[in-house]
């Protein structure tokens, strides 16, 4: 966890990954903020129906938000709405349980990164939330983006384009989940199982997404490729960051 560093209080904006009750009426916020990475703070009183701020410190919600910071974890001391994103998702299932694995996934990825790196996370989240609020693409499509993109900023061997072992062109291929996206003849000079076959229907779809080239989407896919794309980011994130997705079945049941 990156948190905020001095004695004073300071400002930042701050997406809402997840909350959870903390005595009668207060409440832990986990939020990724744009300049301080991940921070857990105390909002107390939140859980008063007399509360000034209680709802704009719900999950999905795009918050400036004053700190105090603490030992252990910093207090809210004001908040105000920048972008109030969790009405529009917590209205449809789909949308809401697409909204948790993000979270749950930028919480993932930004558990131990410097916080410049965090913040380029914030900023893939933010516009993820953005995009399933305003539902401007198929909700599966948002997903893979954004799980494809902060797997790019992580470095972990994936790539829609080259080899990660070779660096020659993938059309055909696939992704060992120790190694990364292979081309053919690395996954077979690996002599290590294929986690994933992969086609140039997954590539192609991967790198529309990733690129935000959405109006060729339609055009590239067959049918299955979506899920199939899907799947193997999932199992990837999991397999490197040796964490499971719990919020993945609640999306599958959509």
């Not at 857990?40 to 795009?62: D, I, N, Q, Y």
């Not at 299932?93 to 996370?121: H, I, K, M, P, Q």
């Not at 989240?125 to 902060?150: C, E, K, M, Q, Y």
């Not at 997954?202 to 799947?231: H, M, N, P, Q």
Request: net charge neutral.
């Amino acid at each position: 966890m990156v948190a905020g560093t001095g004695q004073g209080s300071y400002t930042d904006r701050a997406l809402v990954l997840r909350t959870q009750p903390l005595a009668e009426t207060d409440r832990i916020v986990i939020l990724l903020t744009a300049e301080h990475g991940v921070v857990h703070a105390v909002a107390k009183g939140v859980r008063k129906t007399t509360s000034k701020f209680g709802g704009r410190l719900e999950p999905f919600m795009l918050v400036n938000v004053s700190l105090a910071p603490g030992k252990n974890l910093h207090t809210v001391a004001q908040v105000t709405t920048h972008r109030a994103y969790a009405s529009s998702i917590v209205a449809d299932f789909d949308r809401y349980s697409a909204a948790l694995l993000l979270c749950e996934s930028a919480e993932t990825f930004t558990a131990n990164v410097d916080t410049d790196e965090a913040g380029r996370y914030f900023v893939l989240l933010a516009g993820a939330l953005s995009a399933l609020a305003r539902n401007t693409h198929p909700i599966i499509d948002i997903v893979v983006a954004f799980l494809g993109r902060s797997l790019i900023i992580a470095g972990w061997g994936f790539s829609t384009h080259q080899c990660h072992r070779c660096s020659r062109p993938l059309n055909h291929g696939g992704l060992q989940l120790d190694a990364g996206m292979l081309c053919d003849e690395c996954m077979k000079a690996t002599g290590e199982p294929v986690s994933y076959t992969l086609g140039s229907d997954v590539f192609d779809y991967l790198s529309a997404t990733i690129f935000g080239d959405w109006e060729k989407i339609d055009d590239l896919i067959l049918s299955g490729t979506r899920e199939r794309a899907f799947t193997v980011l999932t199992a990837f994130v999991q397999h490197t960051t040796e964490k499971p997705l719990k919020s993945l079945d609640l999306m599958r049941k959509g």
